[in-house]
């Protein structure tokens, strides 16, 4: 409502004096301020804060009268009274020295500030003013108060007497009551009160409450009462007094008269607040502001009497300060929003304890922007500070600065869903950015100007009406708007703001006129024509409809009220208004779909419908009266009134159901009433609904009901005119903030399915529920409350120790307003359920269920009901918490819901919690059936806690099996650690819930890959790139350790068992891409295992079966052989060109991108053959163009980690291709030129060519196969490297492994079923995959060598694992020789004549060049 903003200012007295004020009092306009000292009166100006004129007492005069001690200024502010210590009042007389100004604005040359507009000189500049002592009386008693009412001076004396003193005539209008004869008692039905019955009685503080009618005072005995004159004349026959009984000890009293509200400071340090009961007259306790032990335990009982209490201008909030110091500011109704005895406001940034701020005297400025305080100085500062003679001295005035909601002077504004906050020259709003806040939901609106009314009206489907979520709560920070300096200067300060729906236009009034500024286009639009302007003076607020801006005014020129409806977008000026004339002052305005609502000062409601008229270039709107409400029978005072809405709600919701389309009209008046909320109904009881066919405008003029008071204690009501049918709960409630008692809100209830509703049921409900922000905007649809908080930035230590004391940044820190929001909805459903409505509460929640918080919703209700009743000290009769709990199973989220409750609640409550929602157990077999992997975990935790270790291990096997089988590889690595947590015993340390990947995870990885370098490799490349890939050595963390530290470890054998399990399933199942992930993944030593293995899972049985699935698997394509070419030179498995062997040459010649990123090592800057470079796909080409070869670097760690570390969903390609296609850029276009001019290629064999290139599969699949190839190698599961060699079709792996086969002493039963599976693959290809023939023919020789070797061997011995050194000496001559002499071997004589073989003798000898040159780098058979 209000938020400290900044620093505090201090001011700087010009005069030499050494007095210490003692009072600051504004004027009743709040245009100037009386300072007093002991023997001075000054008189300040507001803005600028400059002081006009000192009176200074003569030291004889000064001592007759003696010391100043109170002021007060009459209701003209012509005149100033002065009490004294000896009872002497002064009456000082201001008069204004005409056309006279003591400051005068001096503008650079060329300004358009022109001296020559209306009313110039009296808002720039101070005016000069004089003090005459016009009367001198004496009361020959202290005086003990002064209090002014609208003709005369009420004084207090310490004799016990009350003086009524004419401000006019106060020779002859001098009345003097004694307090003793007047009537005390409870209320004002007491037949007779009861006298005072004391001779010292006297009153202490004493208020004038207007709208009572009477004072609200203090005794000096600390009794509080209220003194109301029976009749018009003042005497003490006529008074009549009312007792508060419970207060006794009061200090003292300060009123609010919009509220009728009188609050009396107490010397315990709290404040009472009591209203007056309307119908006996007695004083009824309303509500207490005093700290709590909760937030303050430090000074909650240590404040002292409260010293000084002031309400703001608008009545809205109220400050308190205390004996021993401090500020505390709160809402009418008793919401705390500010106190300064906490937080840094008491410590400073070190942790030491500030003193807190002593406070004299206090008022609030213009509008409640400021609040001026005079601070209780101690002596040590009381020296005159200054150097030279003439200085400016700082003396004890403070200045502290305030900004406000809209709605404490606007409350039509609480319709919107947006927070706008004004302060004296800027404006806060938390719509963000206006480009953005139309696009959620109206992509069009700004250009709304030109779309016709039918399209843009609020009836449309509401879409329009509503932001989107994020620009409401996008960020903390505001959009702020500075208000134009032209219209500040002449028309501060502001008095009203508002903004439109969207949120992006903004309107302000100041003293006179209005402006408006739009955030699309960031301009201010001002009057053209001054004089219109300064004619015109908004008294009734104003409000935005659509593109227009609707007033009530007072216009100065012809004094007539008048209602005035401006265009946005054409010129502000008074020839594009629509004005319509009023019959009295209006007070209150709002705006409801179409129509127009005013309250009157005759308490007349005045309804008008606005529409829109399309004439020439700017529309126009025009305006007819279509109802009026007398309220005077109802209103005793029109000021009470607070706030006036036209709403859609009504109570007989089961009209609603048969004719929905009424939901949206104009139902009820909802008046706000010095708190009370009075609703007026549309009475439908008469004959009018059956006359609404013949007339269609009959239903507007129904007449309203009786009023009906629906709360008390209300400062703010939000309605909204949108309908939604998802959540007509929400959107056809009525938001009640109401102070300390928090918020309520009137709840419609649905019958279920459109079923009969019960008799017994009410058809609305109103529910109270806390919030821990003050509320000031509702967002409907996203059951959210917006709000604002203050926050405060300590900076004392910019500041050296000696100048600490003078500087008020370090006494108080900085104060800044932040964005809050919070969620209601669990608040709403949980007294719903109390209230035994869980079906109503299934409705609403179902209708949210889809916001983005909602499972947080569910969370906290559970959470906020197991506190409560899970540490409560009495049992609870009726407990809620299995309510809860069954009320959350009823979503699908309710299993995450407890776990998450669970975690965050304490241990000890858990035994309470799970005996509501059920056994822990029970639920985790609930997650693992929903396959819910994640929440399954948080309950093993749980399970961890509560159970014996046998029982949590025994879930934690599940859990891990389950998430082996699902691939959850972060979840595996996180159960093996609980698992081995358990079996060492350290069941106290539960493990971490699943985080992000753990740098370690791949450590198993690596080191197998480094530990097998590419078989290939010359001894020197070995070493050169082994150096480079040293740092990623030996595998660190718990994949690494298990390996080898805790080998012998139960536990780790246990966890090895079910790995080895699974491993052995994937084997059998032929998943080998899913092997590869889970041996990266969880460090998995794949090649140890795999040597044990190799007669048993390892071994392929059925070769074929195998081939389809990897072929499947890795999306690898079968190979075809096109049915259309008769001249192919694959024709009968035959090549009968060279273009053949440079075909073959191909497939083996493409590895060099893996080869080179399998061995770790980025050889990138190296050319490609052509053919590799024709299989780049455009898409690859495009990643290079976007990234350029600056991104080389970044890829020279072993990208084959990423292989099976990324699962298939992520794109590991974009990776490696990028790495595969940077080298392009290096120059590579210019080999693949050369190559294609030197090629000449025909067209038949690009045919060819583009079909072998069409039969590969995606690269990541090709880089996942060769790297599983050179796993298989390691391991000695030569079938399994059979298989992977004929789907890359490269005969370069077939010869290899044959060429071990030979050398090394295999056990024959191996070699019997690799040539069984051999010949079942080339059957299989007759028949059903002809592509696979050629390479079948290419390496025929070799099966046929291999059974000759499968019959010779006698007696076969155990298989060694292979050496990789050993493998790499001989393998590498020999699969270079093996690999030239089977494509020379297998190719007969060339039936194409002379020209084809040379041209086959030329191709080859490129090639050999071409092998030459790569040699050693990409020239690797295993990876």
């Known amino acids: 409502m209000y938020f400290l903003s900044g620093w505090p200012k201090r001011l700087l007295c010009p005069l030499e004096s050494l007095e210490q004020p003692l009072r600051i009092q504004t004027d009743p306009q709040r245009a100037f301020f009386a300072v007093l000292s002991p023997s001075q009166l000054s008189i300040w100006y507001c803005r600028p804060s400059v002081l006009i004129v000192s009176y200074k007492e003569l030291a004889k005069a000064a001592s007759q009268f003696g010391p100043y001690k109170e002021a007060e200024w009459r209701p003209d502010s012509t005149m100033i009274a002065v009490s004294t210590a000896n009872g002497y009042i002064l009456f000082f007389e201001i008069p204004s020295v005409r056309d006279k100004y003591l400051y005068e604005p001096v503008y650079p040359k060329g300004s358009p500030h022109l001296k020559g507009t209306l009313h110039y000189k009296e808002e720039q500049c101070a005016p000069s003013l004089n003090l005459e002592v016009k009367k001198v009386l004496d009361l020959q008693a202290s005086i003990t108060s002064l209090q002014s009412t609208l003709e005369d001076l009420l004084v207090a004396t310490a004799d016990g007497f009350l003086h009524l003193v004419h401000w006019d005539g106060m020779t002859n209008g001098r009345k003097a009551i004694n307090l003793c004869t007047v009537p005390f008692s409870v209320d004002l039905q007491s037949s007779r009160g ?22 609200a005072v203090v005794f000096n005995d600390g009794r509080v009462g209220f003194i109301t004159p029976m009749s ?37 340090g709290s404040v009472q607040v009591y209203t007056i009961d309307t119908t006996t007259g007695a004083m009824q306790f309303s509500h207490k502001l005093e700290l709590t032990p909760k937030q303050y335990p430090d000074i909650w009982n240590k404040t002292g009497p409260v010293k000084l209490i002031r309400w703001s201008p608008d009545s809205c909030v109220v400050m308190v300060t205390w004996e021993c110091g401090g500020l505390s500011l709160w809402s009418v109704f008793g919401a705390q929003l500010i106190c300064t005895l906490g937080g840094d406001f008491a410590y400073q940034s070190d942790g030491a304890k500030k003193d807190p701020l002593k406070i004299n005297s206090m008022t609030w400025g213009s509008e409640g922007y400021h609040l001026w305080v005079i601070d209780g100085i101690s002596p040590s500062n009381m020296k005159p500070e200054r150097d030279g003679s003439n200085e400016a001295r700082q003396f004890g005035i403070l200045q502290f600065h305030f900004i406000k909601s809209a709605l404490t002077v606007n409350p039509c504004m609480s319709n919107q869903e947006q927070v706008l906050l004004q302060g ?53 920070h505001w959009h702020v708007v500075q208000i134009h300096s032209t219209y500040l200067e002449s028309n501060w300060p502001i008095r009203f703001s508002a903004i439109d729906k969207l949120g992006q236009n903004v309107a302000v009034v100041g003293k006179f006129g209005f402006a408006h500024y739009s955030l699309l286009t960031k301009k201010w639009k001002l009057f053209g024509n001054i004089t219109q302007e300064q004619n015109m003076m908004v008294t009734g607020g104003l409000a935005w409809w659509n593109d227009f801006i609707v007033l009530a005014c007072y216009n100065l020129n012809d004094h007539q009220e008048e209602l005035r409806i401006y265009l946005r977008t054409s010129n502000l000026d008074n020839a594009f208004a629509h004005i319509t004339k009023v019959q009295a002052d209006t007070l209150l305005l709002s705006v409801f779909r179409d129509i127009v609502i005013l309250f009157r ?153 459109h079923r009969k509703p019960h008799s017994f049921l009410s058809r609305r409900i109103m529910l109270p529920f806390h919030i821990n922000i003050y509320p000031l905007a509702v967002l409907f649809e996203d059951a959210l409350v917006l709000g604002a908080v203050n926050d405060t930035v300590l900076y004392d230590c910019l500041y050296t120790q000696t100048s600490a004391r003078e500087h008020l940044e370090v006494l108080f820190p900085f104060s800044i307003v932040e964005r809050t929001s919070q969620i209601y909805l669990h608040h709403i459903l949980r007294q719903l359920l109390v209230r035994n409505l869980g079906e109503q509460a299934l409705l609403l929640a179902h209708s949210c269920a889809t916001l983005p918080y909602f499972p947080h919703v569910l969370e906290l209700m559970l959470h906020e009901v197991l506190e409560e009743e899970a540490t409560s000290r009495e049992p609870i009769p009726d407990p809620l918490l299995p309510t809860v709990a069954k009320f959350i199973t009823e979503f699908p989220l309710f299993l995450q819901t407890v776990v998450h409750c669970a975690r965050k609640t304490e241990y000890a ?39 014996v270790p046998a029982v949590s291990r025994q879930h934690a096997t599940l859990l ?15 159960m093996i650690r609980f698992l081995k947590a358990i079996g060492s015993g350290e069941t106290e340390t539960p493990p971490a819930t699943p985080t992000t990947q753990e740098p370690s995870s791949s450590s198993g990885f690596e080191f197998f890959r480094h530990r097998s370098i590419s078989l290939s490799q010359s001894a020197e490349n070995l070493h050169s790139k082994f150096n ?45 891409k899913d092997l590869g992930c889970f041996a990266a993944q969880l460090g998995f030593e794949l090649i140890g295992w795999l040597c044990k293995e190799r007669a048993r899972a390892a071994r392929v049985d059925d070769f074929v079966f195998a081939l389809k699935k990897l072929h499947k698997d890795f999306l690898w394509p079968f190979p075809v052989i096109p049915a259309s070419s008769i001249n192919s030179p694959f024709k009968n498995g035959k090549y009968k060109t060279a273009m053949g062997e440079h075909l073959l040459k191909s497939q083996s010649a493409d590895t060099f991108v893996n080869m080179d990123m399998d061995t770790g090592v980025s050889n990138t ?85 583009s079909l072998e290139l069409a039969s590969k599969g995606p690269h990541k699949s090709q880089v996942q196969l060769r790297y599983l190839l050179h796993i298989f190698m390691e391991a000695g599961c030569l079938d399994w490297c059979i298989i992977i060699g004929l789907i890359l079709r490269e005969s370069s792996v077939i010869n290899q492994v044959f060429s071990i086969m030979q050398s090394s002493d295999i056990d024959g039963e191996i070699c019997q079923n690799i040539k069984t599976g051999l010949y079942a693959v080339d059957k299989w290809a007759s028949t059903d995959c002809p592509g696979y023939k050629p390479f079948l023919n290419i390496i025929k020789p070799q099966i046929q060598k291999l059974s000759e070797i499968a019959e010779e061997q006698v007696q076969p011995e155990a298989f060694q694992p292979v050496n990789p050194s050993k493998v790499t000496e001989q393998a590498n001559p020999r699969a270079e020789e093996s690999r030239t002499s089977s494509s020379h071997g297998t190719n007969p004589q060339s039936d194409a004549g002379n020209s084809g073989a040379s041209r086959h003798e030329e191709d080859k000898s490129k090639t050999e060049d071409e092998d030459s040159f790569q040699e050693g780098s990409y020239d690797c058979v295993v990876s």
């Open 1165 to 1249: 800057p190296r050319s490609r053959s052509w053919l590799g470079t024709i299989s780049s796909s455009q898409r690859e080409i495009d990643t290079v163009s976007s990234h350029g070869p600056h991104m080389q670097d970044a890829f020279l760690s072993p990208l084959l980690s990423k292989v099976f570390l990324i699962g298939d969903e992520c794109s590991i390609g974009s990776a490696t291709d990028l790495t595969e296609t940077s080298s392009m850029v290096d120059g590579d276009w210019t080999m693949v030129d050369e190559n294609f001019s030197s090629l000449s290629l025909t067209q038949s064999e690009l045919e060819h060519l």
């Open 1028 to 1072: 480079l890939t040293k740092t990623l050595s030996m595998p660190s963390g718990p994949s690494g350790k298990r390996w080898s530290k805790d080998s012998d470890c139960a536990e780790n054998m246990y966890i090895d068992m079910m790995l080895w399990r699974h491993a052995r399933r994937l084997l059998e199942e032929i998943k080998l």
């Open 194 to 215: 009861s006298l005072l019955g004391f001779e010292d009685v006297y009153i202490r503080d004493m208020e004038y409450c207007a709208t009572l009618d009477g004072f």
């Open 424 to 476: 004296e020259d800027r404006l806060y709003l938390n719509c963000g950015d206006a480009t953005q806040a139309q696009s959620p939901r109206n992509n069009t609106s700004a250009h709304s100007e030109h779309k016709p009314t039918r399209e843009r009206g609020p009836f449309s489907d509401g879409s329009l009406d509503s932001q989107g979520l994020s620009t409401l709560l996008g960020h903390r």
């Open 232 to 268: 018009s004349r003042f005497t003490a026959e006529q008074l009549h007094g009312v007792w508060a009984q419970d207060v006794i000890d009061g200090t003292c009293v300060a009123v609010n008269n919009k509220y009728r509200l009188m609050a009396f400071g107490c010397a315990n």
């Open 960 to 974: 891990f099996n389950t998430a082996l089988e699902q691939g959850k590889w972060d979840l595996c690595r996180h």
């Open 909 to 947: 409550l858990w035994n309470y919690l799970f005996a509501a929602v059920g056994n822990p157990k029970d639920l985790f077999e609930e997650c693992l059936m929903a396959q819910d992997l994640d929440t399954a975990a948080s309950y093993l935790i749980i399970l961890q806690n509560m159970e």
């Open 601 to 753: 000062a005759d308490c007349c409601i005045c309804l008008y419908s606005i529409e829109r008229r399309p004439e020439g270039l700017n529309p126009t709107a025009s305006i007819q009266v279509l109802q009026e409400v007398s309220m005077s029978r109802y209103i005793p005072h029109p000021f009470l009134v607070v706030s006036v809405t036209l709403t859609s709600v009504r109570t007989e919701t089961g009209i609603t159901l048969k004719m929905p389309q009424q939901a949206c009209e104009a139902e009820s008046i909802m008046l706000n009433l010095a708190g009370q909320l009075i609703m007026l109904q549309r009475d439908r009881s008469g004959p009018q609904i059956r006359d609404k066919d013949n007339n269609p405008n009959q239903r507007k003029h129904l007449p309203f009901c009786a009023p009906v008071v629906l709360a008390q204690s209300v400062e703010n009501v939000w309605t909204t005119c949108r309908i939604n049918k998802q959540k007509r709960h929400l959107l056809e409630a009525l938001w009640l903030s109401c102070g300390g008692a928090g918020m309520k809100v009137w709840l419609p209830l649905f019958p279920r399915d």
